[in-house]
């Protein structure tokens, strides 16, 4: 089958890592991957997004196909109450880093530490990022710690189960299928993002 220009998005999913390693602010691209999938859904009131266009799940199938034990991913993972939960989880966490750019915008001191799986403050003193206020580069560094946190865990159970099993959970995803489900008033049986 001839390939689209779509199917190569997993070249901007890893291109984002390669900018935000080589500079924090590019962190902020990342917000279109936040916004992109929930306006498709608010739209389209499908999960195009997912089926097409996420760079990360294309990438997490691609890496899948070498890495990958290819096991059924545990039931409580597609749990109601799991992604319910997760996503409710996130959505704090994500509430937290927005309270802490807020704070620098405040004047509190800039942290330059990126966190990963929410505990482990890594530091990054050697991001260069003086040209702009620090709330906005406290709010890359926060952003760039929840992007990391939630690649770490779809690679690992992209190891542990199958290629795509962090579709099963993503936040993302969770939120767009409620998204499609009061567009459509039923459950999208063409989610790409089953694992
Ligand atoms: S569930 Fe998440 S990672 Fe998977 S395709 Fe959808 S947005 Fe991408």
Same mark, same amino acid.
């Given at each position: 089958m001839k390939r689209k220009w779509y199917d190569y998005l997993w070249i901007a999913e890893l291109s984002y890592w390669v900018l935000g390693l080589c500079n924090i602010l590019f962190a902020w691209l990342g917000v279109l991957f936040f916004f992109i999938p929930l306006l498709m859904a608010a739209i389209g009131g499908n999960k195009i997004y997912c089926n097409r266009y996420c760079g990360r799940g294309q990438l997490l199938g691609l890496l899948g196909r070498k890495l990958s034990r290819n096991a059924p991913p545990p039931r409580f993972l597609r749990s109601y109450? @799991? +992604?319910g939960g997760f996503l409710a989880f996130f959505m704090v966490m994500f509430g937290l880093m927005l309270h802490s750019t807020y704070r620098v915008f405040s004047g509190a001191p800039l942290r330059q530490t990126v966190t990963l799986l929410w505990m482990f403050r890594l530091p990054w003193q050697w991001a260069d990022v003086e040209m702009v206020a620090?709330? #906005? &580069?406290? @709010? &890359? @560094?926060g952003f760039f710690g929840v992007m990391m946190t939630s690649t770490v865990l779809g690679l690992l159970t992209? #190891?542990?189960? +199958?290629?795509?099993s962090w579709c099963v959970y993503c936040p993302m995803g969770t939120m767009t299928q409620g998204i499609c489900k009061l567009r459509q008033g039923k459950e999208d049986v063409t989610c790409g993002g089953k694992g």
């Open positions: 109450w @799991f +992604r620090p709330w #906005v &580069a406290q @709010f &890359a @560094f992209m #190891v542990l189960f +199958r290629p795509r």
